[in-house]
């Protein structure tokens, strides 16, 4: 087992069951709609002569289940499974069902967001055709072998496509962005909506993952689903016809989100004294160009800090406390403040705690499964007529599964009263309300 198995393990376990993609009944339902009005497209082709006859039947035979089956495998695809193999073996059943793989793949989801996601369905949606193609080509069970893989790949290509419709789904940096600062950033846009353009220069709003069927959302959803529909009619027209008509996948090419409105969310603090950002830019800027990450700025929960001197160990300090973090804005540094109890000698004192200081991120692993931030601060635990006041300088290590954080820290502390050096650890677990940052160079 290696240690990032481990490790995305141990998330999956602790994952609340939240998605990063249009939930699966949207999928379905986009999948279903565009494989149906593919076929309806094609019907009028059908008795060109014995073959096509036979292999509209295959394709698009018994129209509403078969359609059915393909939103079902839009849905899975990326989230559920890992390949379009698996979505025809045995195993693929039993991977489609079960949760561990699911958090797995929809944790490092970073293939779903632009503007990789255009490119994962550019990419499978190319052997879908291909395969389409050679299917069209063969006889009996070897026909229907073939194409059942191309419908495969084609229902997984167009899961990525569906996902480049989602306004949470681009307009940052995702691969430089944790996983919880992409989960808040990604909820936020896709509630609100966005302002689009596609390669016509056509421009709407849409909105995202759990919004598609909102009344704002009429003219996107009818989009995603025309898009769609054509990639769906690239694969089966390969098969059916028999000849590669490369116009569907020029369509989806003009159709799909080119350009953004890409503001930045600004940090809590600044919206509080500025309001919400303004768009000042004449343009919108295209989703390929390099985009800002985003950062985890709110943040609420509870922690447990503990701190002892290396001579005087009979005297440690310890606090419970609750608190949060806001981004200071300009620094991409946060400020975090809590307060709490603070106990002392074995808990025999109950004290008033207070523990607080400036955090600020150095790294990321694991697709930002984990982040690494240095926290500077100071505990403060008061009683009726002492203070106990210990700064530090510690590393902290965020797991940070979906929204919420798991956060143990270590590092050297000094207190000032014994003027006696020593160490803090602390363990917290908080969730991340909100996140500021993405939106394009300019
Ligand atoms: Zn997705």
């Not at 494989?35 to 082709?45: K, P």
């Not at 295209?286 to 985890?296: D, G, I, N, T």
Request: glycine content about 12%; charged content about 20%.
């Amino acid at each position: 087992m290696t240690l990032r198995a481990i490790i995305v393990g141990a998330i999956v376990l602790a994952a609340p069951r939240e998605a990063a993609c249009w939930r699966m009944a949207e999928h379905r339902a986009i999948g279903t709609e565009s494989y149906i009005a593919a076929c309806e497209r094609l019907a009028a082709s059908k008795d060109r002569d014995a073959g096509t006859t036979q292999r509209y039947e295959v394709a698009c035979g018994n129209l509403g289940t078969t359609a059915f089956l393909y939103g079902q495998g839009t849905s899975v695809s990326g989230d559920f499974v890992s390949e379009p193999g698996e979505l025809l073996s045995v195993l693929g059943a039993s991977t489609a069902t079960s949760r561990t793989n699911y958090y797995k793949l929809a944790l490092t989801n970073g293939a779903h967001f632009h503007p990789t996601a255009t490119r994962e369905w550019r990419e499978i949606h190319k052997d879908a055709v291909d395969g389409a193609l050679a299917a069209s080509r063969e006889v009996g069970v070897e026909q229907l072998q073939a194409f059942e893989q191309a419908f495969a790949e084609s229902a997984f290509a167009d899961h990525f496509l569906h996902d480049s419709f989602a306004a949470g789904h681009m307009g940052f940096d995702r691969p430089g962005s944790s996983v919880a600062a992409s989960k808040a950033f990604h909820d936020e846009w896709n509630e609100r909506g966005r302002r689009v353009a596609n390669r016509r220069g056509q421009i709407w709003i849409t909105y995202g993952d759990g919004y598609l069927d909102i009344p704002q959302n009429r003219d996107a959803r009818r989009r995603v689903v025309a898009a769609s529909a054509e990639s769906v009619y690239g694969v089966v027209a390969a098969f059916v016809l028999g000849t590669r008509d490369p116009e569907p996948d020029y369509e989806v090419w003009r159709e799909v989100p080119f350009a953004i409105d890409d503001q930045e969310l600004l940090p809590t603090f600044e919206s509080l004294f500025r309001g919400s950002e303004v768009l000042t830019r004449p343009t919108m800027l295209p989703l390929l160009a390099v985009k800002r990450r985003a950062e985890k700025d709110g943040i609420l929960g509870a922690w447990s800090s503990f701190t002892m001197g290396f001579e005087d160990a009979d005297h440690p300090i310890g606090a419970i406390v609750f608190g949060g973090d806001l981004l200071l804005p300009g620094l991409g540094t946060r400020i975090e403040v809590g307060a709490g109890i603070g106990l002392e000698d074995s808990a025999r004192h109950v004290r008033f705690a207070v523990d607080g200081g400036f955090v600020k991120g150095i790294a990321l692993s694991f697709s930002g499964l984990v982040s690494h931030e240095i926290d500077a601060g100071v505990l403060l635990v008061a009683g009726t007529d002492d203070v106990d006041v210990v700064p530090r300088i510690t590393y902290r290590l965020n797991v940070e599964a979906g929204d919420w954080l798991v956060r143990p820290e270590i590092g050297p502390a000094y207190d000032v009263s014994s003027a006696e050096l020593g160490f803090y650890v602390g363990i917290g677990i908080m969730k991340v309300l909100s996140a500021s940052g993405g939106g394009g160079f300019y």
